[in-house]
């Protein structure tokens, strides 16, 4: 399975939010110059993001946008499904509707099945937070 530069890059965004925003709304101008990604590729994924309420505008002089959520709330799963769709590893109708013309002597959809849900495992529950985090303690060790 390899994700989209629209999972890729709009988790970059989020946890810019998450780090930048704690004080004030963050742009889309200043995350676009952070994070290296175009202001009109950025608008789109916040856009998503914020249909799946995981980020909220702020209008007026100083606005912009933060997160709808603490950072400790938001999965890494619920960015990605928001970004993009559900993280199957597989195109296999038994993981996605249970319905395959050889389920019967198929044995890969175990393989697929357990696949699936170790991804849904990790990623639902690994938060924004936990990644902060994990970024703080690696910059502290390179530092030592």
């Known amino acids: 399975m390899k994700l989209s530069t629209k999972g890729r890059y709009g988790l970059r965004a989020i946890l810019d ?3 930048y925003g704690r004080e004030q709304p963050v ?3 200043s995350i676009a110059m952070r994070q290296e ?3 009109g590729y950025l608008e789109q994924l916040i856009a ?3 249909r799946a ?4 505008s702020v209008r007026g002089a100083g606005g912009g946008y933060r997160l709808a959520r603490p950072a400790e709330e938001i999965s890494v799963g619920e960015v990605l499904c928001a970004l993009e769709g559900d993280l199957v590893p597989v195109d ?3 993981l996605e509707k249970n319905e395959c013309s050889h389920m019967k002597q198929c044995l890969t959809k175990y393989a697929w099945r357990k696949l699936h849900q170790s991804i849904q495992e990790t990623v639902n529950h690994m938060y924004l937070s ?3 985090e994990q970024g703080k303690n690696e910059t502290d060790e390179d530092t030592v």
Request: glycine content about 4%; aromatic content about 0%; charged content about 30%.
């Open 17 to 19: 939010l998450a780090v």
């Open 37 to 39: 990604i175009s202001e």
């Open 92 to 94: 296999c109708g038994a």
């Open 130 to 132: 936990d990644l902060i």
């Open 53 to 56: 309420e995981l980020v909220e």
């Open 48 to 50: 998503k993001l914020k």
């Open 27 to 29: 742009s889309i101008k």
